[in-house]
């Protein structure tokens, strides 16, 4: 594709329910992270993978965030319990290599948890 | 993490004004971006700087890494409307990038 996509754009759920986060990178890109935007705040790092592992996980916040990238391509960030704190607008980026300054962006999922 | 302080928070200029706008951090990062994101957009690239010191320009917009490695500013000469945004400044350490509170700029016609 054109861009980084990501899907769904909006997500609303309820407290305590899972939820699955879709990111499909630039074609050919090695590099993907993921972020989390809080209202007023700066995108803050989660995780980042370099092809199918996950080189560093240290932006994590607990052990209910986990995320995959099984091909080395389209990556899921996956919620479990979620809680009210989750609310913010989760981005995914890709570089084409590891650490490449020039990061492109999806335009972000907005997860809204009641 | 790291804390990068940016200021002013928010900025309301006419359109034809300069604005400057700048991000300081208690670490020392060996490299300092700039950022533009548009309402419901992810951040887009504007300037990258590598060198203390170092003095950048990409069109209407300039930008400098300071000297202590710990803080940055960015210009913008002639303001435009489609200069509204929220700018971000982000440093680099290995492969992770630590992000700014950001700027808000308004500008009006």
């Known amino acids: 594709g054109a861009g980084v996509s990501q899907t769904p754009s909006n997500k609303v759920t309820e407290k305590g329910k899972y939820v699955e986060l879709r990111c499909d990178p630039i074609?050919?890109?090695?590099?993907l992270y993921w972020y989390r935007q809080s209202l007023g705040q700066g995108p803050e790092f989660l995780i980042y993978f370099q092809g199918t592992g996950a080189a560093d996980d240290s932006g994590l916040p607990n052990d209910r965030f986990f995320a995959v990238r099984p091909e080395g391509s389209v990556s899921t960030l996956k919620i479990q319990r979620t809680e009210r704190g989750d609310s913010a607008v989760y981005l995914c980026a890709s570089s084409l290599v590891p650490g490449m300054d020039e990061q492109f962006f999806g335009p972000g999922t907005r997860l809204t948890v009641l | 993490g790291q804390q990068l302080n940016q200021s002013p928070q928010s900025m309301f200029i006419q359109e034809g004004e300069d604005v400057s706008m700048n991000c300081t951090s208690s670490?020392?990062?060996?490299?300092w971006l700039w950022y533009k994101q548009d309402p419901g957009e992810g951040p887009v690239l504007l300037i990258a700087l590598y060198k203390a010191g170092e003095l950048t320009s990409n069109g209407r917009l300039t930008a400098q890494f300071g000297i202590t490695r710990k803080d940055s500013f960015l210009n913008i000469s002639a303001s435009i409307p489609s200069d509204v945004g929220i700018y971000f400044c982000?440093?680099?350490?290995?492969?992770?990038?630590?992000f700014g509170t950001g700027t808000s700029l308004t500008v009006i016609p």
């Open positions: 982000a440093g680099r350490i290995g492969n992770q990038f630590y």
């Open positions: 074609s050919g890109h090695t590099a």
């Open positions: 670490s020392i990062f060996n490299t």
